[in-house]
Structures are given as structure tokens and as C-alpha cells.
């Protein structure tokens, strides 16, 4: 695939609508100006093949650089050294000597009366490979994100130590203390449209460009990566702007977010109505449980038992198996209990029955969030102030999730589906010239799996073709929101994207390891495939087949 340059599209920032929306040019004084007079003097593919790429640009020249409202805040050099401590991620890390800026689209006063700023970060190691990285937040966002390129820590080595330019973005808004599970800023409309999609817009030209000016010719290729509601990001660039990168990685990705807060709100109701203090609804022992009870019924199926559930959409568990048939014990489950699950499980319904959201998986990992949800700790905090706050038109900073009406409420998300949701499915300028790797963790029991499968499945339809030339999507048993759980959740989404896009080797298989199954390997096969046991050591990837 050619340069941005050569694209003269947003790839690279030049010819595009998005490009002269966002970044019409990096005005700069002095010797800056023969570094970007390519980028200036907007003519075209053409110039840019024709014009000798001018000298790399000292970091700290950068700062002199602006455009409209575009502010560069720092630029310095950084030497080699341990990376710096962020919620603990990367923590340690010897980072590579690089360029780093921080940068912001003006602040601006909300309608609250708050100062809001799209902000975002950018690292450009020394020894450059060519290629740029944006890379997706977490959460509401809000946050000033440091950019190595770690997918929360799960990528190792980061993709700056690889050698990749890296950038995030706050999306558009300052939370309090740097907390990414505010909602309060989602009062602001403008807040609420920037954390959408004008955020990744605007910065992805923005950092493009400087990134060209820094090197003196502009990344070969471009990548977006991110899970949660980076995943989110990464599926929404495919669908608003095809023609921005190479390939892209979504993790399990919060795409719905406007039906995903419901959801979770309605979870945090069913457990609230039988917590006990200082308990919760389900103990662990409770939930592992249910846990076991669903792998004692579908483990078996992929031909291994090995406590790994391969092929959740014919897992037939009930757990209504394990009711206690006198009091409650440690060894099963209350009535009161079981009918909960069930409900959460289900999720709300529509006016005619219909859950508005895909059930949830039973799977292998114990969640032990939903033990302590109803015992305000960070997790229902999160599930309330993304309804309160965000999915709800207008908002209701004092909505209880005991308060929502169901299915009433759902007409109030409308508007906000419209501006933030990634669920659409005709994707056929992106597919024409770039490549998507979903994956997705069974055991997240906060985005069901079975959603990002009925996406995919959609894909054909929707955008015609064979859907396997240029997307696929990878499902994770026994792994929980990104990463954790009993699972093989250990692998390199970012190699095997760079390996199609750029040697075009299609991933048939992702290998995968993972902590809490020291010596294990199993292949993460492309959905609908499944990871079937054929013979051989149980220990090694090798002994399985995806079909």
C-alpha cells in the first residue's frame, strides 16, 4: 500500500475532506518552514514524489510549530530509560530514546463551566522503522495516556521500543484527578461529540503531520490499535474514516456503548435487589460455581477437557442445576440467586421481548466483578455515570439504576448512539485497502461476545465479499475484559496485523499463552471456526486444528 503522501488522502493528511477539515497546514518560523514547505504548499501527490525529503527535524524545533488552534505545549528529547509509572502499566520499562510532544487543540469553556482541550501525546523514537501507531484509550477517557504503545501493558515490546511513532489522545476532555471513569463531562454536547470522533480525527492528521516534519518524509504505513473503548475507537476509525490506516486492531471493543450502558445498569440493578452488606449478590465461591457448572457442561465439546470452553455458541448450560434443594450453602445456589443470574444474563428486553442487548456467554472465568458490583466500587461507579451522564438524552446526574425504566429508557439513547456508536457494517472503502483484527474475551461480563460476533456476521451482508480477505475476528475463552481470567490471553495482535497488511499473510491462527496456564499454548482461531483437539501433546498449540 502506497505512503499517505502518495494517497494524498488522510493517511497522510493532505487531499482528503477530513484533511483540509482538520489540519490545513503546520505554520511555522524560521528553518521550519523548508521542513514542511511540502506540506504547505498543498500541491499534491505530484510535489511530494518530486521534492527531495528535507533533513529530520530537531525535537525541540517542533515547538515553534501551530496550526489554527493547535498548540504545541512540550516537545524535548527523552533519553533511554525506565518508563514512567501510570495507573502501574509499563512500569519499568526501558523505553528507547525518542522525541516526545504534547499537544492540545485550544481549551475552550464548556457549557458547564469547565475547560475542556482535545490533548494528545506523541513519542517518535530515534531509530524510527517507518510506521506510525495511534493508539486507543480506556474507559471515559479524560486522561492524559502515555504513549508507548503497550495496549495496557499487554504488547511486549511496546510498540515505541519496536519503533513506531506513537499518539493518544484524552478524547477531547480533562477528567478530575486524571480518573477514566468520570462521566460528569458528557454534559457538554460538544465534549460528548469530540470523545466520539472528532478527537481521533483531529489528531490522527495533526500527529501525521508531525511526524513527517520530525523525519522529513511521512510513516509507509499506519495503524490504529486499542481494546475497551480503544476498541471501540479502533472499529469507529474504519467505519467514519476508511482511508486513515493500514490496519487496525480492536480488542473487546465497547462499540455500542449507548446499549452496553443499559445494559450494565440493568446488572447493576439485578444485584443490588439481593446484595447483602459487606457480601455482595455472589460470593467467589458462588461464581466459581457457575463457572465450573458451565465447564463441566461444554468443556468437552472442542474434543479436550481441559477447562477451557472453545465453542461458546453451543454451550447449553443452565444454572438452574445448581439451586439448592434446602438452605443456601457453599456448595450451591439460592433460588433468589439463580433467577438473578438469569436476568443478568438475559439482559433488558424491548417492548416485544427482544433483549435489547446479546445474552451473555456462561464461560470458564469466575466474574468476580459482579460479586462486588453492588457494593459501590469502581466498576458500577463506571456502569452509572456512563448512563447518567452519557447515553442518556438529556442527561440525569442523579439517575439511580434502581430508578430506569425498562424499556422506556431506551428511546433517550438514540441520540447519543448516532454520535458515538461503531455498529456500522458497511465498510467497503476500508476493505478495499486496508485490514481489521477484532479479538474478544468469552468471559467478559461486561461486553458480551455473542454482540462483536453479530457485527461480524453482518459484514458479509452489509459489505459484500468474502469478509475473511480483510477482517477477522478472533474470540479468547476463558479471558475477561482485555486480558485476565483462566485463559491464553497472552498474544501479539500488533505482529500479526503488520504481517498481513504489509507481507500479505492472512492470520489463520494467533498463537497464544497466557499466566495462569504456565506451559500452555492454544491457537485463537478465526471466527466461526473453533479450536478443535485432534491429537498430541494437550500442552501445545500445535495439537489443535481451527475448524
Not at 88 to 99: L, T, V
Not at 277 to 306: S, Y
Not at 478 to 486: A, L, N
Not at 489 to 518: H, M, N, S
Request: hydrophobic content about 40%; charged content about 20%.
Amino acid at each position: 500500500m502506497t505512503s499517505f503522501l502518495q494517497m494524498g488522502s488522510a493517511r497522510g493528511g493532505l487531499a482528503s475532506p477530513a484533511g483540509a477539515r482538520s489540519a490545513v497546514g503546520l505554520w511555522v518560523g524560521g528553518t521550519m518552514a523548508s521542513a514542511l514547505a511540502l506540506f504547505l504548499a498543498g500541491t499534491g501527490p505530484a510535489s511530494a514524489q518530486a521534492t527531495p525529503s528535507p533533513p529530520a527535524t530537531a525535537c525541540d524545533r517542533l515547538k515553534q510549530m501551530a496550526d489554527g488552534d493547535l498548540h504545541v505545549l512540550e516537545a524535548r528529547e527523552v533519553a533511554a530509560g525506565p518508563a514512567a509509572a501510570f495507573y502501574g502499566e509499563d512500569q519499568g520499562r526501558k523505553m528507547p530514546a525518542h522525541c516526545l510532544i504534547r499537544a492540545s487543540f485550544g481549551d475552550r469553556r464548556g457549557v458547564d463551566g469547565r475547560t475542556y482541550a482535545i490533548r494528545f501525546e506523541l513519542r517518535m523514537p530515534a531509530a524510527w522503522n517507518g510506521r506510525f501507531l495511534f493508539e486507543g484509550g480506556g474507559n471515559m477517557d479524560g486522561v492524559d495516556w502515555p504513549a508507548y504503545g503497550s495496549l495496557f501493558s499487554r504488547l511486549s515490546p511496546t510498540a515505541l521500543e519496536r519503533g513506531f511513532a506513537v499518539v493518544r489522545t484524552n478524547g477531547g476532555h480533562i477528567s478530575p484527578g486524571n480518573e477514566s471513569t468520570d462521566g460528569s463531562w458528557a454534559i457538554d454536547q460538544q465534549a460528548r461529540i469530540d470523545y466520539g470522533y472528532v478527537a481521533l480525527d483531529k489528531v490522527a492528521i495533526a500527529a501525521k503531520r508531525i511526524v513527517a516534519a520530525h523525519y522529513g518524509k511521512p510513516a509507509a504505513k499506519s495503524y490504529f490499535i486499542g481494546c475497551s473503548n480503544g476498541g471501540r475507537q479502533a472499529m469507529l476509525v474504519t467505519q467514519r474514516f476508511p482511508d486513515y490506516f493500514d490496519g487496525v486492531v480492536a480488542g473487546n471493543a465497547a462499540f455500542n456503548l449507548t446499549r452496553i450502558a443499559p445494559r450494565l445498569s440493568w446488572t447493576t440493578a439485578q444485584l443490588s435487589r439481593i446484595s447483602r452488606p459487606g457480601v455482595g449478590a455472589f460470593t467467589k465461591v458462588d461464581l466459581k460455581l457457575v463457572a465450573d457448572g458451565a465447564v463441566k457442561r461444554c468443556d468437552a465439546l472442542d474434543g479436550l477437557a481441559d477447562g477451557l470452553i472453545q465453542d461458546i455458541a453451543a454451550c447449553k448450560f443452565d444454572p438452574a442445576v445448581l439451586q439448592c434443594k434446602g438452605p443456601k450453602t457453599a456448595t450451591c445456589l439460592s433460588r433468589a440467586q439463580v433467577d438473578t443470574l438469569k436476568r443478568i444474563v438475559t439482559g433488558p428486553v424491548d417492548a416485544q421481548g427482544k433483549p435489547y442487548y446479546k445474552p451473555l456467554p456462561y464461560d470458564s472465568t469466575p466474574a468476580f466483578w459482579a460479586g462486588a458490583a453492588a457494593a459501590d466500587t469502581r466498576a458500577p461507579s463506571l456502569f452509572m455515570d456512563t448512563m447518567r451522564y452519557f447515553a442518556l438524552t438529556p442527561p440525569n446526574p442523579g439517575l439511580d439504576a434502581l430508578d430506569i425504566r425498562f424499556p422506556d429508557v431506551f428511546a433517550s439513547l438514540v441520540s447519543t448512539a448516532g454520535v458515538i456508536d461503531a455498529e456500522g457494517s458497511f465498510l467497503n472503502s476500508f476493505a478495499s485497502r486496508s485490514k481489521l483484527i477484532i479479538y474478544h474475551g468469552t468471559s467478559d461480563y461486561s461486553l458480551s461476545a455473542f454482540e462483536i460476533t453479530s457485527w461480524y456476521d453482518r459484514l458479509a451482508h452489509d459489505t459484500g465479499g468474502k469478509t475473511q480477505d480483510w477482517a477477522r475476528l478472533f474470540l479468547v475463552p476463558g479471558m475477561m475484559h482485555c486480558e485476565g481470567g483462566r485463559a491464553t490471553d497472552d498474544f501479539d495482535p500488533l505482529t500479526a496485523i503488520q504481517a498481513w497488511v504489509e507481507q500479505g499473510i492472512a492470520p489463520d491462527r494467533i498463537v497464544a499463552t497466557g499466566k495462569t496456564l504456565p506451559g500452555v499454548s492454544r491457537p485463537l482461531c478465526p471466527w466461526p471456526k473453533v479450536a478443535r483437539y485432534r491429537g498430541g501433546d494437550p500442552a501445545r498449540a500445535e495439537s489443535f486444528d481451527c475448524d
